[in-house]
């Protein structure tokens, strides 16, 4: 493996690249087109960027006790140092990219990121490792509204939806990772309400997500809203049943929970109601 591509194993490809792409079909559905369009994708990859680095970086001794040699760290493709680096370059990147879109655009995304980082250290192992998926992921979308020309105020039903998508990305993210978090002594929310109570959480929370994207915004359901929040409906037992039967790591709910999301976005974009 090239260290470059080590370097973008690290920083966690995966979910980063799944936020950034829907964030940016956010932005091109409330109307940004151009240089602003590519500035509200440049910073958001950035912070997505930084948050996989730094989570990473911090979790390479406890991802050795566990054996998770498919970790670039863990397996030696990339020196903990790059990965600190590129974590600390790209944290920087973030206000300077999203400057151009204005001062409230720009603190939105910066205080986004910075309270990702607040996950990865110190509120991990804690109870409270929800609150910065709640708050980062309910500040993205006023990020996006905020950065269109005069500023003007994100609606209340968007920001509640980034924050339910948020939280229950929270938990079927953890889920892969119950038994080897648990062997090396990460204590967050999920792992206290154990891998059922995670399960419900997340699709608790994803389905009131949608129920947030359809109901929330003025005037009566869509046809899209309707047949969004019947996608959702099915798309999340689905990913719990294959995460059941799956052996070795379950991915599945984690994948339908990125469904879901981009699933609510995309209905977003044909709305085009997020202002």
């Known amino acids: 493996m090239s260290r470059v591509l080590a370097l973008i194993r690290s920083a966690h490809p995966e979910p980063g690249g799944a936020v950034t792409l829907a964030i940016t079909l956010l932005a091109l559905g409330a109307g940004h087109r151009g240089w602003r369009l590519a500035a509200v994708a440049a910073a958001v990859a950035a912070s997505q960027l930084t948050v996989g680095w730094v989570n990473d970086r911090l979790d390479a001794d406890r991802d050795r006790l566990a054996g998770r040699r498919d970790k670039p760290l863990v397996s030696g493709a990339v020196s903990g140092r790059t990965v600190a680096v590129a974590g600390l370059l790209s944290a920087l990147a973030v206000p300077v990219l999203a400057l151009p879109l204005g001062g409230p655009a720009a603190l939105a995304i910066?205080?986004?990121?910075?309270?990702?980082?607040l996950y990865d250290w110190p509120l991990k192992s804690t109870v409270f490792s929800l609150l910065p998926y709640l708050i980062a992921f309910g500040l993205l979308p006023a990020f996006v509204v905020l950065a269109l020309p005069g500023a003007p105020a994100p609606p209340w039903w968007l920001i509640a939806a980034g924050a339910l998508l948020g939280g229950g990305a929270h938990f079927a993210n953890v889920l892969p990772d119950l038994a080897d978090d648990a062997a090396t002594g990460v204590r967050g929310l999920p792992h206290r309400i154990g891998a059922a109570g995670s399960q419900l959480a997340a699709a608790a929370l994803l389905?009131?997500?949608?129920?947030?994207?359809?109901?929330?915004?003025?005037?009566?359901?869509?046809?899209?809203?309707?047949?969004?929040?019947?996608?959702?409906?099915?798309?999340?037992?689905?990913?719990?049943?294959?995460?059941?039967?799956?052996?070795?790591?379950?991915?599945?709910?984690?994948?339908?929970?990125?469904?879901?999301?981009?699933i609510d976005v995309l209905l977003l974009v044909l709305s085009g109601r997020v202002t």
Do not use: D, H, K, N
């Open 110 to 117: 910066t205080v986004a990121t910075g309270v990702a980082l």
């Open 207 to 262: 389905l009131g997500a949608t129920a947030t994207l359809v109901l929330g915004p003025p005037g009566p359901p869509s046809w899209s809203g309707l047949a969004a929040g019947a996608a959702a409906v099915v798309v999340l037992p689905l990913g719990w049943y294959a995460a059941r039967r799956a052996e070795g790591r379950p991915v599945a709910l984690f994948r339908a929970v990125i469904v879901v999301a981009l």
